[in-house]
T-cell receptor, first 113, second 112 residues
Framework: AQSVTQPDIHITVSEGASLELRCNYS??????LFWYVQSPGQGLQLLLK??????LVQGIKGFEAEFKRSQSSFNLRKPSVHWSDAAEYFC???????????FGKGTTLSVSS | DGGITQSPKYLFRKEGQNVTLSCEQN?????MYWYRQDPGQGLRLIYY???????QKGDIAEGYSVSREKKESFPLTVTSAQKNPTAFYLC???????????FGQGTRLTVV
């Protein structure tokens, strides 16, 4: 069965420090992978996506993610975190035809000054 | 602007009452989804629909019902059979092929 695991429930990073959020997936075929961000009480906003091609993908707000097939991972990174990045982050495996996207349980990011 | 509109943003209902959450999209997307979000549990799929007049149960469909009479609309009814309905509900849509899902701003339902 398809699944997405985000091993870290909560991460605290100092402002200006680098960030890496982990995501592991289980999928029977080539995965379509996404990272979303959610501010409290809001919907989810797409940060970036991977369908095929270059395994390092760039997204909005200075985020990037790297697809590693051998590790079944799609980790999200940012070189320098800003206080406004504090939010909840979700990794997702995209839907193939006839199915719905599957989400991880999320990682809450706190940014300390 | 194209997007997904969920209404209302906040909803309060008494226990035992049915309540319907609205979701409308003007993105011309074929697929629409309903997710429930509870703290620490991520997004759990309630129902999804790939085309008009067709929908499938997700992982936690018990106590919920949906309809898809129009491409633009996918309302969710939370029935009195849902044992713990207080939650944040998110509606999303996608083009129906393997693309990203776009989300509405959510409806927070509180049952007292």
């Amino acid at each position: 069965a398809q699944s997405v695991t985000q091993p870290d429930i909560h991460i605290t990073v100092s402002e200006g420090a680098s960030l890496e959020l982990r995501c592991n997936y289980s999928y029977g075929a080539t995965p379509y992978l996404f990272w979303y961000v959610q501010s409290p009480g809001q919907g989810l906003q797409l940060l970036l996506k991977y369908f095929s091609g270059d395994t390092l993908v760039q997204g909005i707000k200075g985020f990037e993610a790297e697809f590693k097939r051998s590790q079944s991972s799609f980790n999200l990174r940012k070189p320098s975190v800003h206080w406004s990045d504090a939010a909840e982050y979700f990794c997702a495996v995209g839907a193939k035809a006839g199915t719905a996207p599957i989400f991880g349980k999320g990682t809450t990011l706190s940014v300390s000054s | 602007d194209g997007g997904i509109t969920q209404s209302p943003k906040y909803l309060f209902r008494k226990e035992g009452q049915n309540v319907t959450l609205s979701c409308e999209q003007n993105l011309n997307h074929d697929a629409m989804y309903w997710y429930r979000q509870d703290p620490g549990q991520g997004l759990r799929l309630i129902y999804y629909s790939q085309i008009v007049n067709d929908f499938q149960k997700g992982d936690i469909a018990e106590g919920y019902s949906v309809s898809r009479e129009k491409k633009e609309s996918f309302p969710l009814t939370v029935t009195s059979a849902q044992k713990n309905p207080t939650a944040f509900y998110l509606c999303a849509s996608s083009s129906g092929r393997v693309t990203e899902a776009f989300f509405g701003q959510g409806t927070r339902l509180t049952v007292v």
